[in-house]
């Protein structure tokens, strides 16, 4: 069963079984903050919204990379909320892809912001529970969602998602998403 908001009706390594499918389909994106650099302590972070679409969404892959080691790295879901957080001021929204080149599909997503290019500040409180905590060694990357877990977030619901990596001093970081969307 995927981590994630409420009962999913078929199981994350279903998703993955058909991931390459649904590549070819059109329903596979990708989207990142891009490398940001802090001047000091901060907080790094990408946080989407799905609002009532009328397709699932499940995220296979939430990757983050660092050039210094950070120890506080948290995932959160927020269930029947929309409440976005004020410091993550840039709309990922236009810069999502299509793993298939050749599609005309757009993402469903309601909402997608990340850290803008210095980040300072960002208020993980407003992102819901907080389900997972990783650390990551300094120029490597993290995946946040492994041996088959995932974020689900069902159709017909107001839900969100975040991801932050809370930098305790001068760092560079980028968070990169991946996920899938069907009916």
Not at 18 to 23: A, G
Not at 137 to 150: D, E
């Amino acid at each position: 069963m995927p981590l994630g908001l409420g009962l999913a009706p078929v199981s994350a390594s279903d998703i993955f079984g058909r991931t390459s499918d649904l590549i070819a389909a059109g329903q596979a994106f990708r989207t990142t903050t891009g490398q940001l650099a802090s001047a000091g302590a901060a907080v790094l972070g990408i946080q989407g919204v799905t609002n009532n679409l009328n397709v699932n969404v499940f995220i296979y892959s939430l990757l983050m990379v660092a050039n210094t080691s950070q120890s506080d790295n948290r995932l959160y879901i927020n269930p029947n909320s929309i409440l976005v957080d004020a410091g993550l001021t840039v709309n990922l929204l236009t810069s999502i892809v299509n793993q298939n080149p050749g599609s005309s599909v757009v993402s469903q997503l309601t909402a997608l912001n990340g850290s803008p290019a210095a980040p300072v500040a960002a208020n993980p409180s407003n992102a819901g529970t907080q389900v997972g905590t990783y650390g990551i060694l300094g120029n490597t990357t993290q995946q946040f969602l492994q041996n088959g877990s995932g974020l689900w977030l069902p159709k017909g619901k107001q839900n969100t998602f975040a991801a932050y990596g809370i930098l305790a001093a001068a760092a560079k970081g980028a968070i990169t998403i991946e996920w899938v969307e069907f009916p």
